[in-house]
């Protein structure tokens, strides 16, 4: 049986309790948050014995095996850094830190390969972005040239979004590094172009260019587009692939040798008649119960408590992990400088 500490009672406290209790093999020993009420009132969903209000008090007295760490990103370094030397496996939600030095601290404090440390990248493990994956593998787009990928913004944030570097878009713009990496590769290089709030205090809406070794990658975050998505678009030379991320649907594009008007009829039916059959498959899971909520967060903690059991590596590389926190503060200081006027941009 594997003890398990959660820190941090917001909402992702309450889901990852919820998806822990369903797994076999894991118990949840302790759960801390600075609102010991908040605390408490998460602890009574599932009779979790201990509730701290700190870190430390819950290593002392549920001494767990594995700590969930679910707070505001300000103290990830320190919380995962706290729970590592402890001897505890750690589980971050991302993004993994605010600065690059504060990622590298916590890589070296895992980095002796007994305890792993993974980051909360879900969307990878989404069961249709792998089966886009494994689309582009096998070469059903031909060669894949470039990547879009949108992400809007939940209509409600808690305070604490608004005090990260530049704004919100600096909570969620991990997904979209990550996607563009997944089916690109690492990124050369990165332009970033950003829209300002009202009281011109922090950035709204981003728009990143990224250069890679075999195409591009071009990514917006969005705080005003509704309703909330995550959209991507894999273009290949053969055919192109786009994928609802939200709804788990996933349609493919071709050309058709025929008369302009009869290709246009031919490609509107068959886009028409994937979207059928997907939502019809969607709906017959959700009916009998196979498609259930948070679907790649669920595969990725299965993933890690698997890799724990086996002794393998993290499923979320920590190199991955530590080139997305550089390219997050390279995209701050491109956004600070068009703020600024010095890149062409007011």
Known sequence: MIKVGIVGCGHMGDIHLSLLRGMRN????????????RARGLASKSKVEVVAANLETLLERAKPDVVHILTPPFNHAS??????????????????????????SMATAAADGKRLLTVGYNNMFSPVVREARRRVDEGYVGRLVGVDVFHGALPIHAPWIHKLPSGAWFNDVDHLLY??????????????????SADKARVDEVHLALRHAGGWSSLTYSTGAA???IRIALFGDQRIVEVDVISEIMVARRSFDM???????????HVASQLLSRTGWQALRVLTGHERAWGGLRSLMEAFYGAIIETAPSPVP????????????????????SRDGRAGYQ
């Open 179 to 196: 996607l563009s990496r997944l089916f690109m590769g690492d990124a050369e290089a990165v332009r970033a172009i950003g829209f300002p």
């Open 227 to 229: 309703p909330f998505q």
């Open 79 to 104: 919380l995962a850094c706290t729970a590592l030397q402890a001897g505890c496996h750690v589980y971050v939600e991302k993004p993994m830190a605010l600065t690059s030095q504060e990622a590298r």
């Open 259 to 269: 008369h302009p008007w009869l290709r246009k009829g031919a490609m509107s039916v």
């Open 26 to 37: 894991i118990h949840v020993v302790g759960i801390a948050d600075q609102d010991l009420e």
């Open 318 to 337: 920590l190199d991955q992990c530590l080139r997305i926190v550089e390219l997050k503060e390279e995209i701050v200081r491109l956004l600070n400088e």
